[in-house]
């Protein structure tokens, strides 16, 4: 006997419970291959709590075509039966025709009927597939991913019931009013709510019990926006936002520790209107704000360093064209000291960053370091 047969016998001699933890790691297809290694194997599979189905190309190649992948998917769901299930993952980068829809509806069906934690839906393709019902009705699911196209609330769904979620991404949505106070209702216990690349027609979220909240490449394609109720909100990450005329945002986030705000140009505007409504921020510790002009944005960031008393980190990114300070703009600004603060990360290009730190330096007596990138 080998080394290779003898490494093969000492995995074997592991106990099921192991073993299905090891498969548990791998994707379906994979898990299900090992069924050819010996007897021990052959069911050894269908134990497993996770099931992860990747229908991307480049899985592909040893099937003859997709719809044979997905009468794969169909094969593993009656084995299994509904055995209890803990992860379920779905993703696929091709357009589905009308009757491949039946087969992933059922997969997603009987993956929710089996009760999982977690549900990842991945759809790069797709815009008109329709999720089923009883995906959004889960009452076991506490974390979700849901990037879906425009699938999600492209027709109204009936009910949202999610009673267990506390984590939830959602990808390449429309949202409106009606959507977000349906799904902020249908989630009595969400804790963090991520919004990526969608379009966001609501004019406010109000949750008391909202703790993290992510946009990411999204545009508020309302009027206004405003942040109701936020209380719990400790983290809040709003990349490349924009809104039409007007933000509620700084009176919004009394309890916030820790804030990252990068703009557009109009967002930044709105931001500076924003000025006056802006709380005393006692919690916040880690400030980053970006894409800033040195000369238009100084305002805002002397408002956050003088309603921010407990600041351990600033982080400021700016974009092209900055040199320096200009000090007519700011000599006549109220002067700030802040004796909790330890770094400043200023993010500049390389041929401006010595004159910008250098200011910096002149501005910000308490520091502990600068890191200049």
Request: proline residues 3%; glycine residues 4%; contains cysteine.
């Amino acid at each position: 006997m080998d080394g290779r047969d003898l490494a093969i016998d000492r995995i074997s001699d592991m106990p099921d419970e192991l073993l299905t933890k090891i498969l548990s790691l791998l994707t379906t297809k994979e898990a299900v291959g090992t069924c050819i290694l010996s007897k021990r194997w052959t069911d050894l599979w269908t134990s497993t709590d996770t099931l992860d189905f990747d229908l991307c190309s480049r899985n592909l190649w040893d099937f003859d075509c997709e719809n044979r992948f997905l009468h794969f998917i169909n094969g593993v769901l009656n084995r299994r039966g509904f055995s209890p299930l803990d992860k379920f993952k779905l993703r696929w980068t091709y357009y589905l025709t009308r009757g491949d829809h039946g087969i992933v509806e059922e997969c997603i069906s009987r993956a929710v009927a089996s009760m999982p934690r977690l549900i990842y839906i991945d759809s790069d393709r797709d815009p008109i597939f329709k999720l089923p019902d009883s995906l959004l009705n889960c009452g076991s699911v506490k974390e979700m991913s849901l990037l879906v196209k425009y699938s999600l609330f492209k027709s109204q769904p009936k009910s949202i019931n999610l009673p267990s979620l506390q984590i939830l991404e959602i990808g390449d949505a429309s949202i409106d009013d009606d959507s977000i106070k349906m799904l902020l209702l249908g989630c009595p216990v969400l804790e963090e709510l991520a919004l990526r690349s969608c379009h966001l027609m609501f004019k406010e979220i109000n949750s008391k019990l909202l703790k993290k909240l992510t946009i990411k490449k999204g545009s508020l394609r309302t009027t206004s926006f405003t942040l109701k109720n936020a209380s719990s909100l400790v983290t809040t990450d709003l990349d490349e936002f924009y809104a039409s005329d007007k933000l509620n945002l700084l009176g919004g986030l009394p309890n916030v520790t820790s804030l990252r705000l990068y703009a557009t140009r109009d967002g930044l505007r709105l931001l500076h209107k924003d000025i006056p409504n802006c709380l005393i921020l006692n919690n916040l510790k880690i400030l980053e704000l970006g894409v800033l002009k040195m000369r238009y944005d100084w305002d805002l960031v002397v408002c956050f360093l003088q309603h921010s008393p407990n600041l351990k980190k600033l982080v400021l990114h700016f974009g092209d064209g900055v040199k320096s300070l200009d000090k007519k703009h700011y000599q006549k600004k109220k002067p700030f000291q802040r004796e909790f603060l330890e770094i400043v990360e200023i993010r500049v290009k390389k041929e401006t960053e010595e004159t910008v730190v250098k200011t910096m330096g002149e501005l910000v007596k308490t520091i502990g370091k600068i890191v200049t990138l």
